[in-house]
C-alpha cells in the first residue's frame, strides 16, 4: 500500500549541489530503514546511503563518503539525500527503498529520479 516517490533530480554542474526527497504515499515508513541506491547507463545498481528507521545511524557507499548526506525525517515522512561537490560519475537514476529494520531485503521502492551531472 504504501508507495515511494523520488524527486528533486535534475542537471548540474560538476561541482554543484542537488538534494533528493523521497516521500511516502499511502502510509508511513517512520519505523522503515531508507536507502538511496542508483543506477548508471550499462552498470548494475548501486548502493549509495542508508539510514536506520530513527535516523540514527547511516552508512555510504565510500564513492560518495564526505559528499552526500542521508536524512530521515519521520515528521515528514521523506527521506533525503543531499549531494554536494557533484562528479560526471555521480550521474545516474537514483531509487529510494524501505525496508523492515533488521531484514536485508528492501523490499520497497520506488520510480527514480535521474540525477544528469555535467562536466
Known amino acids: 500500500q504504501v508507495q515511494l516517490v523520488e524527486s528533486g533530480g535534475g542537471l548540474v554542474q560538476a561541482g554543484g549541489s542537488l538534494r533528493l526527497s523521497c516521500a511516502a504515499s499511502g502510509g508511513t515508513f517512520i519505523r522503515y530503514d531508507m536507502a538511496w541506491f542508483r543506477q548508471a547507463p550499462g552498470k548494475e545498481r548501486e548502493f549509495v546511503a542508508a539510514s536506520t528507521w530513527n535516523n540514527g545511524s547511516t552508512t555510504y557507499t565510500d564513492s560518495v563518503k564526505g559528499r552526500f548526506t542521508v536524512s530521515k525525517d519521520n515528521v515528514k515522512n521523506t527521506v533525503n539525500l543531499q549531494m554536494n561537490s557533484l562528479k560526471a560519475e555521480d550521474t545516474a537514476v537514483y531509487y529510494c527503498?524501505?525496508?523492515?529494520?533488521?531484514?536485508?531485503?528492501?523490499?520497497?521502492w520506488g520510480q527514480g529520479t535521474q540525477v544528469t551531472v555535467s562536466s
Open positions: 527503498a524501505a525496508k523492515a529494520p533488521g531484514s536485508r531485503n528492501w523490499a520497497l
